[in-house]
């Protein structure tokens, strides 16, 4: 219960500062330390919307109330997908292949996520 309430408010804060970045900065000075920021927070908040969005399906699917370590994991490895296509797409790199390759890591991630949780 503590651990989902984090998670929230991870996510709030998250939304909040890149909402900021968003609008107060451009790309062009913004510097490498603000993408690192800029990255950190969009992960951030994709996990939190992830963590949010899988507890309310083991909650309609499997009827449990919290979640397990294991599901925070996996929220955890579908948030980078996202990640890994905005920065396929900064290389112009967006294709199938590249679209195939970033699913095949998710999954084989997804895998080794929930037998080493």
């Known amino acids: 219960m503590a651990s989902s309430f984090v998670v929230k408010i991870a996510g709030i804060l998250s939304l909040a500062a890149l909402i900021l970045i968003l609008s107060l900065t451009s790309p062009m000075e913004i510097g490498p330390l603000g993408v690192?920021?800029?990255f950190t927070t969009l992960y951030i908040t994709l996990f939190?919307?992830?963590s949010l969005i899988w507890q309310a399906f083991i909650r309609l699917a499997f009827k449990r109330e919290a979640m397990r370590r294991k599901d925070y994991f996996c929220s955890a490895v579908l948030a980078f997908g996202p990640i890994m296509?905005?920065?396929a797409r900064?290389?112009?790199a967006i294709n199938l292949w590249t679209l195939s390759l970033i699913a095949l890591f998710l999954i084989l991630a997804e895998f080794l996520a929930y037998k080493k949780a």
Do not use: N
């Open 36 to 38: 690192l920021v800029f």
């Open 48 to 50: 939190s919307a992830i």
């Open 90 to 92: 900064s290389f112009g």
């Open 85 to 87: 296509i905005i920065l």
